[in-house]
């Protein structure tokens, strides 16, 4: 059998460690001098692919760079955001296969979230329409932890052990005087309230904050919230809310929808606004009390200094299994992770068909939030817990992480 | 002669390290015997110490709580936000002193800012007047670092580790996609620009970003700002711009006031906004480009995480020589930190009278200003280089730091 070349992409949104799967992917191809010869990185993804953008990995990086990658958040290798045509008689279709033929492609390898399976699922249905024997592999990512048929996906942990820590640190800070206050976390997740979730991680002891967690799984009502924060402040003078910016009324409104049409900039136009501002704004107006709103942003996806050791590694295990698929003559199919708690938290690697995979999504399942809708249950903490252990120390330089970066 | 008790205070917004200065005034006062009985801390400062709400730390804190002081955010005993009165002559005083005579405090030590060495000053002076002996001494606390009389306070070096590492991962985060964008990042620093000065340190490379770095010190013009924002995407298409909370314009009116007076909420009443998404409108409106922007809010002075051990240090050293101090006789005076830079970095630890102390601002000097007025200069950043060297690993607990706190 003669060798054949790696090529490996990024895409979508960055996370923490989606940089540690491209890691595993370099480590195992260059473990198989047998089997593959080079690897080469697509430059933004698919769409820096058709471009002619892309690195030869053992020519353009260091030693010292491709170590660094576990440390390194964002992505290395630059992502896109791009959806291949429904249409296989599309001329994107031939175009990539040839260059696949010309640069002695064997493995296609796509580090992604629902979108990058689905580039990989059209990929590997056209290869077989074609009878091209090129193998394309999905390997997950993201912090919203939505994809389905596997038990988490990388870029989670980290971005829960986030949150995690940093309203822990939040409910510290507002705790400090003696007055009534309510502080509003807005955080990540537009229609899965996974990383909104793990905010239950934050508490100290039963009862402390964030007292009141918000999902979007679960409908909104402001009356509600407004009832909720008076009734905990009865009995608490310092309140933690945390609420997911994808929060929604029963008629699937999202709040901060409310907040853009009634809140005009200095150009007379809608102002775009999250949630958590808006809900501040009502708080002030209804109650009258101290009221504040932080919104975590991009942090929860890059903050490399907080991520979760245990999110590293399964990222870059994720990654090496990639490359063992192709070895296997698996394709079209996406990594994914089967769980085990029996004999305490553990991880096997398997791989899901993507065409089940792409454009689902994973909510927080209806029995793991409580009835009230204001947080979550036992089962909840039970199964995020593994997912935020241990600590990673990035390469420290003068104070400060080092990073690899694409000169 | 006769034991005394020492009262310590923790006053203002918290930070990542004052409980570390606390830590340092619980263990030298404990180192001393036969000088010092009793340690108490007031609950919420010296407003709370008027209401007869104190601890008394041998009695109700544990020594694994004591030694988790070091690495605690926020403020343990609590904090206010309360100025004593100018005249002298207020019941306030008396009623204050006949508490430490009750008590047998010998020692009052306050941990603070501008506000609290007011306090320190005010109670030094009423001391004198009328013959007690009671030695009232501050250690410095503030992320700000505007401070005078001192080279930097506890406080800032963590604020700027963590300003420094975050805009760092930001900006790794918002270069991913080969497009053009702007990431406009609001820091704290209403008055002195420091924490925002501290964003330079973020680069990883020279022409990195932060691209354009906006202090107070300098009047901020918006037509200005859009121009520069046009250029700097001439040449890289991410780019990163650090703000500081109290930009103001030549005439000294804040920006973010701006915003207030243009943006209505859906009551129809001024929506406060800061100047981060101030900018990011204008940006949208004037230049029609993909913009975002992050305010990094109290994550600035609490992340535990992320604090600088040299900080951590400088903090728990403070405390130490705030009681030592006192047993030298001194009183109405801060801890100050005076600093060589000959044979690498160095702190001598001194005492600068309140007087000189209490109520002003240090503003970064001009000369460390570019005079574009766009960025720092080198002297800033072997200024703040040293004060964040060094990482504080928290006790951790199941994937979380374990922090103490008050029952």
Redesign the interface.
Do not use: W
């Given at each position: 059998m003669s060798k054949v070349n790696v090529v490996v992409g990024?895409s979508g949104g960055?996370t923490a460690v989606i940089n540690s799967s491209l890691y595993g992917v370099i480590k195992e191809s260059f473990a198989h001098p047998e089997e593959i010869d080079k690897v080469y990185g697509m430059?933004?993804g698919i769409?820096?692919f058709i471009e002619d953008r892309y690195i030869d990995v053992k020519h353009d990086m260091t030693e010292e760079e491709i170590e660094l990658l576990k440390t390194?958040?964002?992505?290395y290798l630059?992502?896109?955001?791009f959806k291949l045509p429904e249409e296989y008689s599309d001329a994107i279709y031939p175009l990539i296969f040839k260059k696949f033929s010309e640069m002695n492609i064997g493995y296609f390898i796509y580090i992604g979230g629902n979108d990058s399976m689905d580039t990989v699922h059209k990929l590997s249905v056209y290869a077989k329409k074609t009878n091209s024997s090129v193998r394309i592999i999905g390997v997950p990512k993201t912090i919203d932890n939505d994809l389905t048929h596997t038990d988490h996906s990388p870029g989670f942990g980290s971005a829960a052990?986030y949150v995690?820590?940093?309203v822990?640190?939040?409910v510290?800070?507002?705790?400090?005087?003696?007055a009534d206050s309510v502080t509003i976390v807005e955080l990540m997740g537009r229609h899965a309230g996974w990383i909104t979730a793990a905010s239950a991680?934050?508490r100290?002891f039963e009862n402390d904050n964030p007292l009141l967690i918000y999902l979007p799984e679960t409908a909104f009502s402001l009356d509600g919230f407004i009832e909720d924060v008076r009734k905990a402040l009865q009995v608490n003078r310092t309140l933690v809310v945390c609420v997911s910016e994808g929060i929604k009324d029963a008629e699937g409104k999202f709040i901060c929808e409310?907040?853009s049409?009634?809140?005009?900039?200095?150009?007379g136009?809608k102002?775009l606004?999250g949630c958590g501002?808006?809900l501040e704004?009502?708080v002030k107006?209804r109650l009258g009390i101290k009221v504040?709103s932080?919104?975590?942003?991009?942090?929860q996806?890059?903050?490399?200094?907080?991520s979760?050791l245990t999110d590293i590694e399964e990222a870059a295990n994720a990654g090496v299994y990639g490359v063992k698929a192709c070895l296997n003559g698996e394709t079209g199919m996406m990594v994914g992770f089967e769980r085990s708690d029996e004999n305490g938290y553990h991880i096997n690697y398997v791989t899901v068909d993507c065409a089940d995979v792409c454009n689902q999504e994973k909510e927080v399942p209806a029995e793991w939030i409580l009835e009230n809708g204001k947080g979550v249950t036992k089962e909840f903490i039970d199964y995020v817990?593994p997912l935020?252990?241990?600590?990673n120390?990035p390469v420290?330089e003068?104070?400060?992480?080092k990073?690899c970066?694409r000169k």
């Open positions: 990024q960055p430059v933004n769409q820096g390194t958040p964002a992505a630059g992502s896109c955001r052990k995690a820590t940093t822990r640190d939040i510290m800070d507002a705790s400090v005087y003696n991680l934050a100290k409310y907040a049409e009634t809140s005009l900039d200095n150009f136009h102002m606004t501002k808006y704004n009502v107006e504040r932080v919104e975590l942003n991009v942090n996806r890059c903050k490399e200094m907080l979760s817990t935020i252990q241990g600590e120390i420290m003068n104070g400060l992480p990073y970066y």
